[in-house]
């Protein structure tokens, strides 16, 4: 789905809605003139009526993109911005529906895109680099919520009446838990020009440090005026690219030709990280981090689930998961029943990084129904929210950590009727609090019920088999 920048625009005349479902009322906002649009969305401007504030609206066609089999997409895209707040990220304040559109309510930037500076020639040294000090800061903080934009470009960064930049479009974003087996995404997306050679070489690749490497493409063009790997022929634009070959001109200082190689790499191994590279010299010059606000304690997500909701009226996704009286576990096959005995791990032979597999998994002879009781009595002595949803118990922090707020899940297996396997693995938040979190909370609250452990660091030690 094409992101459509909102742009500095008067409003027009109020653009009449159609009815609207009776749990998303659209009456707050006036809308004024499309500010752009797209295949399946429009942008406009529109004025929220009770405090006066301007805000671009994105209206989405709902029976286009379910056609195409965009649903999901578009709920990752949702998933994303909520997850990404951030004074250097366009925000999204909330979602909306009618019987026939989905509504995507978003800061209005005003000041329009990058790429419309850098269409008029090669900024200063001093404008390009706080432009790049604050992508990078909007990039290191997206990747520190296991979220990767994969669509970086001068077209995808706004500027508001400030002058400071705003990242915007995470339609192409992926999230750290869709990754495969491997530890890697494999989704060829991008813009071809902006694009790391570990994607269009399709072997898999690290969303970090592809996001890095068009990072390096967008400094190269704020200080040069035109793209790095360009070629009228996009084959041999690839090969440039896979290639690492590039020139900068003579205008480019010293620091800033080394810093580029560094990140313009094409071996993602040996690439220049976010951590290095603000401890560069020349980036931290007038470098000043901003620490993002507290996450609203009240920010719901009952919007979102509304707009997809298939439940019968009145009945949100969320009510439903937590009505059902029990949870039915995942059975498993011979295939899997072998893949999880020690013996005949096979995982080595095809992930390279062994931190990604699940971090811990313990046997009990207990049914689903008291592993569940178990993990609720966890959850609420910690303050976590609990949801349940085909045979996966998630648990959700409450308390804001180093890298955000802390999520588990823990998928349970049937085995035999007696014999249950539960995986657990952190899905979000910092790897330290959560192996504090095991090894003082989880593990020691759930001894009566656990036959042994196994965890992909060591082999737990043999609990003693519950009576």
């Not at 529109?46 to 286009?64: H, P």
């Not at 790429?115 to 020639?121: H, L, P, S, T």
């Not at 290191?140 to 960064?157: A, I, M, Q, T």
Request: net charge neutral; proline share 6%.
């Amino acid at each position: 789905m094409e992101e459509l920048s909102p742009c500095s625009e008067a409003c027009g005349p109020a653009i009449p809605m159609e009815a609207t479902h009776h749990y998303v009322p659209l009456s707050p906002y006036e809308m004024g003139r499309m500010l752009g649009q797209g295949t399946f969305a429009k942008v406009y401007h529109a004025r929220n009526l009770k405090s006066g504030q301007s805000v671009a609206i994105k209206m989405i066609d709902k029976e286009k993109v379910l056609k195409v089999g965009l649903i999901d997409q578009i709920k990752r895209e949702i998933s994303v911005m909520r997850l990404v707040r951030h004074p250097n990220v366009v925000q999204l304040y909330e979602v909306m529906a009618s019987k026939t559109k989905i509504y995507f309510v978003m800061e209005y930037v005003k000041g329009g895109e990058l790429f419309n500076k850098v269409a008029k020639g090669k900024l200063k040294e001093d404008a390009a680099r706080k432009y790049f000090q604050q992508l990078i800061g909007a990039v290191d903080f997206c990747h520190s919520r296991g979220v990767y934009h994969r669509d970086l470009k001068p077209e995808n960064l706004l500027l508001d009446e400030n002058g400071d930049l705003k990242v915007t479009d995470f339609g192409l974003s992926a999230l750290w838990d869709s990754r495969r087996h491997d530890g890697l995404l494999h989704t060829t997306c991008g813009t071809p020009a902006y694009v790391a050679p570990e994607v269009i070489n399709k072997k898999g690749y690290d969303g970090a440090k592809a996001d890095m490497w068009s990072c390096g493409v967008i400094l190269f063009v704020l200080m040069a005026g035109f793209l790095p790997f360009h070629d009228p022929n996009l084959m041999e634009m690839y090969r440039k690219i896979s290639r690492g070959e590039f020139k900068c001109p003579q205008w480019f200082p010293l620091e800033v030709r080394k810093l580029l190689s560094k990140i313009l790499d094409p071996s993602p191994s040996t690439r220049i990280t976010v951590a290095k590279l603000m401890d560069n010299p020349w980036f931290k010059k007038g470098f000043k981090p901003i620490v993002a606000p507290q996450p609203n304690r009240n920010d719901s997500m009952s919007d979102v689930r509304a707009v997809f909701a298939t439940h019968p009226e009145g009945t949100s996704e969320e009510e439903a998961e937590e009505t059902t009286s029990s949870m039915k576990p995942t059975c498993l096959n011979a295939f899997d029943i072998i893949s999880l005995s020690p013996g005949f791990d096979l995982s080595g032979l095809f992930e390279k990084d062994t931190n990604h597999r699940p971090d811990a998994r313990f046997t009990t002879k207990q049914p689903a129904s008291t592993i569940v009781s178990k993990l609720e009595e966890i959850a609420e002595m910690e303050r976590f929210k609990v949801k349940k949803k085909d045979g996966t118990v998630k648990l959700q922090g409450s308390k804001e950590g180093r890298k955000g707020q802390l999520a588990i899940d823990a998928e349970i297996f049937e085995v035999t009727p007696s014999l249950f396997v539960v995986e657990v693995k952190k899905t979000a938040g910092d790897t330290l609090e959560y192996k504090k979190f095991c090894n003082q909370d989880l593990k020691p609250s759930l001894k009566d019920i656990v036959w042994t452990w196994q965890g992909s660091e060591q082999q737990q030690e043999q609990q003693p088999q519950p009576q």
